[in-house]
């Protein structure tokens, strides 16, 4: 979703609120020519949404007075606009490797991987094989509708319709071990990607093969073939 899926008028409020930083009503009404009580059924829309927040700005009159409300964008209406963290990304990456070397990347990368692995830890304790591939569906995005499941003989399969970080990983593939080896340690068993998006399969296969068990204590990170 981005500003421009917005209805006009909606739209138009999110960009004063994005240009000017903040605006109270009067602002808003001069810059639309719309009744106040319109209006503030669109901000109170944006707000449920998550898009706006209202808080009160201190007056500088010396006299004091209520203070006036003010509405500003969320960091979700942040977003709605254009931004370019890929970009960013993969300069973070392309310095470190310049720079500092190959080894240090994938210090970074395995720093990472330990990270995932600590988060999710606590979450799959208990938990049987199936269960926890079931939580893993949410490695990515929580409550991923597009993560599935596929079970055949002797390995169950997790499947990525929809790489939230496509656009960096189809130049820089190397983060996708970040992935394979967060599951791996995570599950205890081998895990090898059979189908990639950066080979034009349109989604991500992590097969887990549970005829071949991995010793997570001795398992360490390494950059998928």
Same mark, same amino acid.
């Given at each position: 979703m981005n500003v421009n899926s917005f209805p006009e $008028?909606?739209?138009e409020i999110l960009k004063i609120l994005k240009e000017s930083g903040s605006a109270s009503i009067a602002m808003l009404q001069s810059?639309?020519?719309? $009744?106040?009580e319109a209006l503030r059924?669109?901000?109170l829309q944006l707000r449920q949404e998550g898009f706006v927040e209202r808080k009160s700005k201190k007056s500088k009159d010396p006299a004091g007075g209520r203070p006036a409300k003010q509405y500003y964008l969320t960091l979700e209406g942040e977003h709605l606009f254009p931004k370019n963290y890929d970009q960013l990304t993969m300069e973070i990456i392309d310095t470190v490797a310049d720079n500092l070397g190959q080894d240090a990347l994938l210090k970074i990368l395995e720093t990472m991987t330990k990270t995932r692995v600590k988060k999710w830890e606590p979450q799959l304790q208990e938990l049987d094989i199936n269960e926890r591939v079931e939580a893993l569906k949410g490695l990515y995005l929580q409550d991923d509708v597009f993560m599935e499941i596929e079970e055949?003989?002797?390995a169950i399969s997790l499947i990525e319709h929809n790489?939230?970080?496509l656009n960096v990983a189809t130049k820089r593939p190397a983060l996708c071990s970040v992935t394979?080896?967060?599951l791996t340690q995570l599950l205890g068993y081998k895990v090898e990607r059979t189908k990639r998006f950066q080979n034009g399969d349109g989604r991500c296969v992590f097969r887990i093969s549970?005829?071949?068990p991995?010793?997570?204590d001795s398992y360490h990170f390494t950059l998928e073939k």
């Open positions: $008028t909606k739209r810059k639309l020519d719309m $009744t106040g059924q669109h901000l055949s003989e002797n790489c939230p970080f394979i080896s967060t549970l005829d071949q991995v010793d997570v």
